[in-house]
């Protein structure tokens, strides 16, 4: 009995199993899940700023930047040796001079005293010379009574030591010239009008030949070595200098100079000449901006500008016709922009003319009339639906003067979708083929 029932479990059991996995099975597959996605809206996901593309005439603005530097800068050195007795007022740091000034004076007793020795050794040699001139004189008399008609030798005419009494003269002629120069180069006189950068001497020192003095430049103009990227050479215009062409021509280039370093300071500059070989370390041409007048109060009220100091520059270059400028922020990646065609973003490549900080000449890529996205996009993908800021039309009832309760019911539906109320009423009406009143294009202005 207990075998039957054994074989009778080991029957009954799988086919149950069986008959109920058939059950489920059958269930599944009668009852398959409902999609309940709804297709995907064709409502703007988002609204956007942008600017109508127009051309215009560009003028370029090259930037750059440089460190401040004289026109001539020196070392003033002492030619003669002498205790320094007296020194101008304005020899010091940063004191103001004009050419000719005497800047320091050395003790000049003894080179006053040079000077009269070298005067009384002229004195007897001009007395030399004149006794040999009338013992000449005398030779050609007594030869001409003893002569027997032959012609005199010139040891006979003292010619020789004429010639010996004539050199004297011009040796002791040069010896006061000499010592006059020396006597004149006890005052330390200033070649050019400029400035002091540094002093190294003063008052009651004793100097010797060759000491320096002080360090000073000329102030009647600074100059600033700015380089120019490759890429903007082709935009400006050059004051090149050729060889068969006069000198010193003066530049076409206007170029503003700024600095912080004392409040907001500009100072207005040409360009005046290019330097005569790319830089090795950089590989960039440098430009030669001139300010004219840098310490001069009426020509400069911005303040003095400093030798040595940092500044950044604003060159005037080329002025392109036709131009199509964008903003540098629309652009991602420096390739791409993204422009609103019929209600919908679209990514275009585009390839650049020339580019600074702020602002882009597209070459290729855009025409005029693209309405171009300034609002910067995270991750968006073309194709996305978009409704342009400005130019959401109001028509009917808006969402502003509904009755509270509706207005709710609408904010609750916006937010589900990820719009805003406007937008959501704007696909309503769309959906109602109530569409809603295009305003007329607003003009945009490149920035």
């Known amino acids: 009995m207990n075998k039957q029932n054994n074989a009778l479990g080991k029957i009954i059991i799988p086919a149950i199993i069986v008959i109920v996995t058939a059950i489920l099975m059958k269930v599944i597959f009668d009852n398959p899940p409902e999609n309940n996605r709804s297709k995907p809206s064709k409502a703007p996901q988002m609204t956007v700023a942008t600017t109508t593309l127009e051309p215009k005439n560009y003028q370029v603005m090259v930037q750059s930047f440089g460190t ?11 030619q003669v040796s ?31 005293a040079e000077v009269k020795i070298a005067q009384a050794s002229l004195v007897s040699a001009k007395q030399a010379l004149q ?7 005398q030779a050609e008399a007594d030869w001409q009574r003893l002569g027997n008609g ?53 008052i009651g020192q004793v100097v010797s030949s060759n000491t320096a003095l002080a360090d000073i430049y000329a102030a009647d103009y600074v100059e600033i070595r700015l380089p120019i990227k490759n890429k903007d050479l082709a935009l400006m215009k050059l004051p090149e200098e050729y060889l ?14 700024y600095s912080d370093l004392i409040g907001k300071q500009q100072w207005q500059g040409r360009i005046i000449r290019t330097e005569s070989a ?51 922020s629309a652009i991602y990646q420096g390739s791409y922009v993204y422009v609103v065609e019929q209600g919908v973003l679209k990514r275009k490549d585009i390839k650049l ?55 709710e019911k609408l904010e609750k539906m916006a937010a589900e979708k990820g719009v805003s109320v406007d937008v959501l009423l704007a696909e309503r009406r769309k959906m109602n083929g109530d569409k809603p009143e295009r305003k007329a294009p607003q003009d945009k202005v490149n920035n």
């Open 244 to 257: 068969t062409e006069p000198k010193h021509q003066q530049g076409n280039n206007d170029v503003m100079i």
């Open 131 to 137: 006794e040999e001139e009338a013992r000449v004189a």
């Open 68 to 78: 401040v530097e004289p026109r001539t800068q020196s070392v003033l050195f002492a």
């Open 150 to 202: 032959k012609a005199p030798s010139d040891l006979v005419l003292r010619k020789p030591q004429l010639a010996a009494a004539q050199a004297k003269v011009l040796s002791a002629e040069a010896q006061l010239d000499k010592v006059k120069l020396a006597l004149e180069r006890t005052r330390i006189v200033a070649p050019y009008a400029g400035r002091i950068l540094k002093k190294h001497v003063d």
């Open 278 to 328: 790319i830089d090795q370390s950089s590989q960039q041409l440098y430009v030669v901006a001139q300010i004219n007048r840098p310490y001069d109060k009426n020509e400069n009220n911005n303040g003095q500008i400093k030798i040595g100091q940092y500044v950044t520059a604003e060159i005037t270059g080329r002025n392109i016709d036709n131009a199509l400028v964008i903003p540098s």
């Open 82 to 112: 002498g205790q320094i007795n007296q020194v101008s007022p304005e020899f010091r740091a940063g004191g103001f001079f004009e050419k000719g000034d005497v800047l320091v004076q050395l003790d000049d007793r003894d080179h006053r």
């Open 353 to 407: 003319g020339w580019q600074n900080g702020t602002e882009a000449i597209v070459a290729n890529g855009l025409n005029a009339g693209d309405e171009l996205v300034l609002t910067s996009l995270g991750q968006v993908n073309s194709g996305t639906p978009v409704a342009i800021e400005g130019q959401v039309a109001q028509r009917g009832q808006s969402s502003q003067q509904m009755p509270n309760q509706r207005r």
